[in-house]
């Protein structure tokens, strides 16, 4: 059952802030954690690990090396600490229950004893060694993938990209001349594509890249991203919107979401972004401006 803030483990925290509403399905907000300003040995991290819940530990435990450990701790404490903000921060994020969907995305598990209002809210978490994201959006179900823009791949691109990639994408990538500028387009395909499959909620096994094709605009000005699928492709759709960004100048995100059909006209093409830097319960920073965020298409 949900519980109170200030009932467990949360007593020992400052109260979690609120953000501003989710007050459009056209909206997203982003809450995303460096690693790097949380200290190794630092009180804190023995404290998120008290928010999660037995299998939560034992997962965690089962990972070999204090670097992969700290990860964990840290998206499970980001989902449940950006998840109780939506409550008004009257639920102890420790009480949030999880369950994995049909192909393993994982969602709030509502008990029948909870006498609280339920948000109509969906999640999605990434994360690399660096930056860990939570995106929160209303009603809409909504796919995040977080990559570093200068990750450098063991094999040639090209070589993966005909492993995993569609025809199209490939030809699209073997255009390109410059090695470094393709590698900056092939991590922000692969960061598309993952964004789409966990908004689908199929992951990669459910929905491999090869049976999808992702396309961005050449109108430099306002560029646009689509999504094209077989027609005996089950499961997959093409009804949705996508956002692309760099964040911190080292980082590539895309978020997407399913369109929603309530909504027509230029107010359904393109998302509202808000993004906050955050330490759980230690501080939230309400982040914009170039140095921060690059928008390259899909936002307002």
């Known amino acids: 059952m949900l519980q109170p803030v200030g009932s467990t483990v949360s007593r020992r925290f400052s109260t979690i802030s609120s953000p501003l ?25 023995k404290h998120y690990m008290d928010l ?16 992969l450990q700290k990860c964990a701790i840290l998206a499970r404490t ?5 998840l109780s903000r939506y409550y008004d921060g009257t639920v102890d994020p420790g009480s949030i229950k999880f369950r994995k969907g049909l192909h393993g995305k994982p969602e709030i598990m509502w008990q029948d004893g909870d006498n609280i209002t339920k948000p109509p809210i969906q999640f999605n978490l990434s ?3 660096s930056l860990i994201a939570c995106a929160v959006a209303l009603e809409v179900p909504i796919g995040i993938d977080v990559e570093e823009n200068t990750r450098k791949t063991a094999n040639n691109v090209l070589s993966i990209a005909r492993r995993y990639f569609t025809i199209s994408e490939v030809e ?16 922000r395909l692969w960061t598309l594509k993952e964004a789409y499959v966990k908004a689908i ?27 094209e699928t077989g027609s005996d492709c089950e499961g ?8 692309l960004m760099e ?41 914009s401006g170039p140095e921060t965020l690059n928008y390259i298409c899909g936002l307002t």
């Open 201 to 227: 909620g199929r992951g990669f096994s459910g929905a491999p890249f090869k049976n999808f094709t992702i396309k961005m605009g050449s109108d430099k000005r306002a560029p646009k991203i689509h999504i």
């Open 52 to 67: 999660l819940s037995p299998c939560e530990k034992a997962a965690v435990s089962s990972l070999t090396g204090h670097r």
């Open 172 to 187: 699209h990538l073997a255009a390109i001349t410059c090695p470094d500028f393709q590698q900056k387009e092939f991590i």
């Open 127 to 129: 994360h690399t060694s």
């Open 78 to 82: 980001l989902a449940r600490t950006t």
């Open 247 to 287: 964040l911190n100048k080292f980082h590539v995100v895309a978020i997407c979401m399913e369109r929603d059909q309530e909504i027509s006209g230029n107010e359904n093409n393109l998302l509202r972004l808000k993004v906050w830097r955050t330490i759980p319960f230690i501080e939230d920073e309400l982040v």
């Open 21 to 45: 509403p989710l007050t459009h399905r056209r909206e997203v907000h982003l809450w995303y954690i460096k690693p790097e300003e949380i200290n190794d040995s630092s009180s804190q991290l």
């Open 236 to 243: 997959l759709t093409d009804n949705c919107q996508f956002a």
